[in-house]
């Protein structure tokens, strides 16, 4: 059997008047990810010889984030209707070829549904129908058994054509060759004055073509956002189809009813996450890693065996294994953190390589630094990598301790197995195996000295 090749038709040129927003409606984000990119991603697994998108509303800036994405752009300047949509896309069609429409602003689209309707489509028209219970604004599916008959549209139907609940999804396929005839064949004589795609029926009923609805029961996997209230909804949704999937793989949350992924999270064995992460681009999360509740954890790799204690932030940032990070740690982009390293609350991380061991567990700003392993950096130690105009590098070799509210003013060297003592603002480099402070030089003490007592206001 000889397989006709695809095209995949993604008609996105709405305006998406009721997003009140001044960004194209398909630009924003379901899971991170803008809406049309769920569609494009869809699509792309099923492999088309060539994928159109039609554009109108926000033009260049819709466009513009899909530059990387091979496509065919086809701007609708006016929108005139779906059926004027898909006409803008005809001269790019291949005859020998079938076309999948698919909407651009249906992000959960099913890719087991498109495939049913892409074989179908050999020799049919195929269409993706539901259910609806409240059918109002939608294309009823006039069926006559097994075929339908026609598509009319809610404004022009009849009452009794009102009654039916089988709607139409917008998502159909046929061949090309049907296709492109049945389009020059499209009138706007209609209660909207719109070129209606769905007219498509009644010329395959006229040319003897048969005309199949297949219902889908997954009424999310159809739903178009329209409205904020819509784009929440559909998250929400998303949000927990992404939780169930976790579950299913054995990882263990917390409440997969509050998680949220913004992008792809892959997760070893005996992965525990607590209640109210959030997880951002591409996160991986090794066997045993725990999260606690309330982290914001960002393009990050946490190796296997780590904790992450409650209110931290990762962001870019590369964490070993069998550490111990927060509460309430900040890792900025540039993180490198070696295996066995604790880093405590309100440490602030950026642009720095830990080594094995170290711990920086309290108070804390370490950025543009080298670490070395079993370092430990004392509460309150400040490494001064900015100078108002430049940044310079901090070098903390193997084995150092620094004191307690110690500012290190890079660009420094801190030897090997030194001790830095505590309250220390070091300028020079400080050797190896020896003890280095800079302090005001006397401790004095006043005896009978009296606290300051609170003046009486008269
Ligand atoms: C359309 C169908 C209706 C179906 C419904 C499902 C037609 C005539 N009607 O209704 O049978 O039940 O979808 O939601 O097809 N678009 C363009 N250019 C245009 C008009 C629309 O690109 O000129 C795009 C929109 O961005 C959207 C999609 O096509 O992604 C559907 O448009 P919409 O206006 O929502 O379709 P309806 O007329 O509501
Ligand atoms: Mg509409």
């Known amino acids: 059997m000889s397989k006709k090749p695809l095209n ?12 009140y927003s001044n960004k194209p409606k398909v630009l924003h984000e379901i899971g991170g990810k803008p809406i049309l990119a769920h569609v494009i991603d869809c699509a792309r697994t099923l492999n088309p010889q060539k994928m159109i998108v039609v554009y109108g ?12 994405e091979t496509i065919t752009w086809v701007n609708q300047a006016e929108q005139l209707g779906t059926g004027h949509a898909v006409q803008q896309a005809a001269p790019y069609l291949d005859d020998d070829a079938k076309t999948l429409i698919m909407l651009g602003d249906v992000p959960l689209v099913d890719k087991e549904a498109c495939v ?3 074989a179908s489509a050999a020799n049919k028209l195929a269409i993706l129908s539901f259910n609806k219970a409240d059918p109002t604004g939608y294309g009823r599916i006039v069926r006559n058994n097994d075929l339908v008959t026609a598509i009319v549209e809610h404004k022009d139907a009849t009452e009794a054509q009102h009654k039916i609940t089988e709607v139409n999804t917008g998502i159909m396929a046929m061949p090309n060759v049907y296709l492109k005839n049945w389009l020059s064949r499209i009138s706007n004589n209609n209660a909207q004055g719109e070129y209606y795609l769905t007219d498509i029926v ?18 999310w996997s159809v739903t178009g956002i329209n409205s904020k209230v819509d784009l929440s ?30 992008g792809i999270l892959s997760c070893g064995r005996d992965v525990e996450i607590d209640v109210n992460c959030v997880f951002e681009g591409n996160v991986s999360l090794g066997d045993n890693v725990k999260i606690a509740a309330n982290c914001i954890i960002k393009n990050a790799t946490i190796a296997a065996n780590t904790q992450i204690a409650p209110f931290t932030h990762i962001d870019d940032a590369v964490v070993g294994e069998n550490s111990r990070i927060g509460p309430y740690a900040r890792l900025r982009p ?26 920086i567990n309290h108070l804390s700003y370490v950025g543009d630094s080298t670490v070395g392993k079993n370092v430990n950096i004392g509460a309150g130690t400040i490494t001064c990598n900015y100078d108002g105009a430049n940044k310079f590098r901090t070098v903390i070799e193997d084995g150092a301790f620094i004191g307690s509210d110690s500012q290190l003013i890079a660009p420094v060297t801190i030897g090997k197995n030194a001790t830095i003592a505590a309250g220390s603002t070091i300028t020079k480099d400080a050797p190896a195996d020896a003890l280095t402070f800079c302090r005001s030089k006397e401790q004095k003490t006043i005896v009978g000295w009296k606290r300051p007592q609170k003046i009486k206001k008269v």
């Open 8 to 19: 995949i038709v993604i008609l996105a040129a709405g305006k998406g008047t009721r997003m």
């Open 57 to 68: 509303y926000g033009g260049e800036i819709v466009r513009e984030a899909f530059a990387h």
């Open 116 to 118: 049913s309707l892409i």
């Open 202 to 219: 009644e010329f395959a009923v006229l040319d003897k073509v048969d005309v199949i609805a297949e219902i889908t029961q997954d009424e």
């Open 233 to 262: 909804q559909i998250e929400r949704i998303y949000q927990s189809r992404v939780a169930q999937k976790l579950l299913q793989m054995g990882v263990a949350l917390k409440d997969p009813d509050r998680l949220d992924v913004r």
């Open 334 to 359: 540039g993180t490198l953190l070696e295996s066995d390293t604790h880093i405590g609350n309100f440490v602030e991380l950026k642009n720095v390589q830990v080594d094995i061991g170290s711990k």
